[in-house]
């Protein structure tokens, strides 16, 4: 396609201005702010949808953190075991202080998970301990000698489970 010139009255050249010349430039900036927009659209949509699973998982991967470095901390010839605390499936983690023993109950109670640092042999009650975080159906098994299976579950019900092991068994 040829452009075709004319000569205006001074002697100059006048280009003929085509429709082309102007939509060209409009559809390709209205192409690129369509694709921008798309792509913050995609980008808002993988975010929003990465905090939700973070905030929905929050909670029992703090949990199994929480009490498997608890266990590791713990880490002593008899110093992790299971049992029970007030009626309450527990983790007990046994200390000694100079000549006084302590121990300290990790156990679930209306739906938190609570931690109980006491001498060994006080009166306490499961009340009594310090509420950590939120849990549901929080577990803690002896599958072996030494190794534990922690599981708890989130509010949608979907359980979440670490193995913890201890390296100074008996």
């Not at 927009?37 to 909670?59: C, D, M, Q």
């Not at 309450?88 to 000549?99: A, T």
């Not at 739906?111 to 009594?128: I, N, R, S, T, Y």
């Amino acid at each position: 396609m040829e452009q075709r010139q004319q000569i205006g009255r001074r002697g100059e050249k006048i280009k003929r201005k085509h429709m082309i010349d102007l939509l060209f430039p409009i559809a390709l900036f209205l192409v690129l702010a369509a694709s921008s927009l798309f792509l913050v659209i995609l980008a808002a949509n993988v975010y929003r949808k990465s905090v939700a699973w973070e905030e929905s998982n929050y909670g029992s991967r703090t949990c199994l953190s929480y009490v498997t470095e608890k266990i590791r901390q713990s880490d002593t010839d008899g110093g992790v075991e299971t049992g029970t605390f007030d009626g309450i499936p527990c983790l007990i983690l046994r200390q000694n202080f100079g000549d006084q023993a302590y121990a300290t109950y990790l156990y679930s109670y209306e739906g938190q998970l609570c931690e109980l640092f006491v001498q060994e042999g006080a009166d306490v009650h499961a009340p009594d301990g310090q509420r950590i975080l939120e849990v549901n159906n929080f577990n803690i098994t002896e599958q072996e000698k030494g190794i534990f299976k922690i599981s708890c579950s989130d509010e949608n019900g979907k359980e979440s489970v670490t193995y913890a092991a201890v390296k100074s068994r008996g």
